[in-house]
Nanobody, 115 residues
Framework: QVQLVESGGGLVQAGGSLRLSCVASRNISSIYAMDWYRQAPGKQRELVAGITNGGITNYADSVKGRFTISRDNAKNTVYLQMNSLKPEDTAVYYC?????????WGQGTQVTVSS
């Protein structure tokens, strides 16, 4: 198992930036995928971005060109750099680790973008 703790959320104006961090309780180099999901009020949780331990990334169409996911295995940390934020990016953002048949989720961090 691995525990995940997200941080970096907050209130920002439209057009602004935030960087989310997800710190894992153990080395993540063997964890295949580290992902960021989000869930807005009344909506289903959706995948925002993911990165494999080989560095392959994928993004939701809605965030391509604005968000960047990265991972620092030495620090057991995954980041989500969010630029040009829009009000529709408002949500609770969750970190997820997936390996084999297992996964773990963090508790989430709130991101609110004002217009």
């Amino acid at each position: 198992q691995v525990q995940l703790v997200e941080s970096g959320g907050g209130l920002v104006q439209a057009g602004g930036s935030l960087r989310l961090s997800c710190v894992a309780s153990r080395n993540i180099s063997s964890i295949y995928a580290m992902d960021w999901y989000r869930q807005a009020p009344g909506k289903q949780r959706e995948l925002v971005a993911g990165i494999t331990n080989g560095g392959i990334t994928n993004y939701a169409d809605s965030v391509k060109g604005r968000f960047t996911i990265s991972r620092d295995n030495a620090k057991n940390t995954v980041y989500l750099q969010m630029n040009s934020l829009k009000p529709e990016d408002t949500a609770v953002y969750y970190c997820r680790a997936a390996w084999g048949l297992f996964d773990s989720w963090g508790q989430g961090t709130q991101v609110t973008v004002s217009s």
